[in-house]
């Protein structure tokens, strides 16, 4: 018990940091097409007019940046980018190409010590979040997706409750139509010891339908 523990433990840190660096990858790679093709606009752009070739790659580079800035403040609309394309163009020429490259510098270094974080990063916390997910579900063997999905232990109890009324439920109609019990057959008022005891039926009804004419008990309804 203790060993399935730790493997579940060890399963899900393994998990949260694939699903990390699944992500911190998209972003790198999203950022390397961006920045390459902006990069290359940029390079064709300031040969063409005899401008700083490094000042245009670098600033080029930069511009999706912005965008995705742009995304993280939640001003990601098509006004937004215009906006700001206008502005960039307008300020870049006058930023020296130093600070660009700088700037570019920090970016990678964040996306190298983001890449660090996700391995180092302490994940006891995250570990017993999904481990208390789990426990209730009593299932000894992991399943995967179960605590991506707080959903799905919704799911599972909802079903289980249903399952228990859908079992019930026909000993309960009889139940509710009058607080006494009736019989299914001749409707006739019973107490509640002679419904369990007969198959919610009164004693006539089930001996007619048990007990033959001879006076043997059949277990099956049609004899
Ligand atoms: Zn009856």
Redesign the pocket.
Known sequence: MEVDNEQNKTKIKNDLIAKDLNDLLKALIIFLLAGGLCGYIGYIYSKDNNLNVTHGIIFGILFPLGVSLLELINCNNFFCFILYTIVYLAVVDFIPTFVGIIILLLVIGMFIIDFIYIEKQDRTKEIEEHLNYNKGTSTNTFDNNKYFEEESIGKYNSTKVEGSLTDNSEKDYYKQEAEEFE??????K?SEEEYELYDG??????M?VHIDNDGNYHDEELF
């Open positions: 019989c299914e057959v001749c409707f006739k019973i039926m009164c004693e006539d009804c089930f007619d």
